[in-house]
């Protein structure tokens, strides 16, 4: 049961994250964006490192049972690795002209 409590509260974080923050921040009036592009990075980030650092903290400190504490760690890295590659692709690391390429192929194909 702790372990499917572990999942569905970071289930939530990440859809949260990846959902609501660019929804909240992209607020439009009209044909007008009113909101920052600075703004939703430092949201996306902040909100990727915290849910990293609390699924940490409970694999260290709060889970008792190993199944539980196995679950709060591979959340931990999920966060810390979807956290580096949007740090990267911000900061102009990692670019995806090639997913964009290889998604306009399969619909010119189907």
Known sequence: MHRFLVHLANLFL????????PAITSLRFGSIRLSSDPKLQMLTLAGLALAAAI???GALFASVDKKGRRACWTWALLFGLILAVE?????GYV?????????VWIQNRF
Do not use: E, P, T
């Not at 990440?14 to 923050?21: A, K, P």
């Not at 740090?87 to 900061?91: D, E, K, L, T, V």
């Not at 670019?95 to 998604?103: A, H, V």
């Open 14 to 21: 990440l859809v949260l994250i990846v959902i609501g923050v």
């Open 95 to 103: 670019r995806f002209g090639w997913l964009k390429d290889i998604l």
């Open 87 to 91: 740090y990267g692709y911000f900061r």
């Open 55 to 57: 699924n940490l903290a």
